[in-house]
């Protein structure tokens, strides 16, 4: 597993206010094929596109969750990975992980490593989306506390495996988070060791 470190991104991106948001449109092998507009990429039946997930740990080998904000078009106020969210056109995916975490959460995540990739087609039957996605998996280890933007995230706390059972048992989590979090276990192990339970 390659590992490297990644740095503060630049904080500037497209307004949604004034720019549409683009994403990259892949083929089933990743391949860019063209662009579309964000939310016309999730409605149904869904276009295949790139995205990113990132799960990060800190050196007790607890995962740092999310809780969405309510104010989110899709997926408000559910729990879900450290960070997601889709690479602009050309972006290289660990440029747009470190660039999102850094936005979203405040932190420039250490060793933060790629961990494969994974396909899912998972409507959301609360918003009516559908997430078609390519996802980059990246793991990390967050240097810092968390300091969220509000207008991204309700709140975050670091769970232990069991803590995050007891948490998905009870509380509402995005549709894609089971599907991530097992592609991405090979690699939390090897991030975390054998103690942290992953």
């Known amino acids: 597993m390659p ?4 740095t503060a991104a630049d904080k500037s991106s497209p307004s949604a206010s004034t720019e549409e948001i683009l994403l990259e449109l892949v083929d089933e092998n990743g391949t860019t094929i ?8 999730h409605q149904p039946p869904g276009q295949l596109h790139r995205a990113f997930s990132v799960f990060l740990f800190d050196r007790e080998g607890r995962l740092l969750l999310q809780r969405r904000a309510l104010g989110k078009y899709h997926s408000p106020g559910v729990w879900s990975n ?3 969210g889709h690479p602009y056109p050309g972006e290289a995916p660990f440029a747009a992980a470190a660039r ?6 405040g932190i420039a995540p250490t060793l933060l490593a790629e961990a494969g990739t994974v396909r899912y087609n998972h409507p959301d039957p609360l918003s009516g989306l559908v997430e078609q996605e390519y996802n980059h998996l990246f793991v990390g280890l967050s240097p ?10 309700a709140e975050t706390v670091f769970v232990t495996p069991r ?3 007891e948490r998905h048992a009870r509380d509402t989590f995005s549709t894609w988070f089971p599907t991530v979090l097992d592609a991405v276990r090979p690699a939390v192990r090897e991030l975390t060791g054998g103690t942290a339970g992953w």
């Open 3 to 6: 590992i490297s470190s990644a």
């Open 34 to 41: 063209g662009t579309a507009e964000k939310l016309a990429a």
């Open 82 to 84: 450290t960070c997601c």
């Open 100 to 105: 999102r975490t850094f936005e979203e959460l």
């Open 144 to 153: 810092s506390e968390p300091d969220p933007d509000p207008e991204e995230i």
């Open 163 to 165: 803590e995050l059972a």
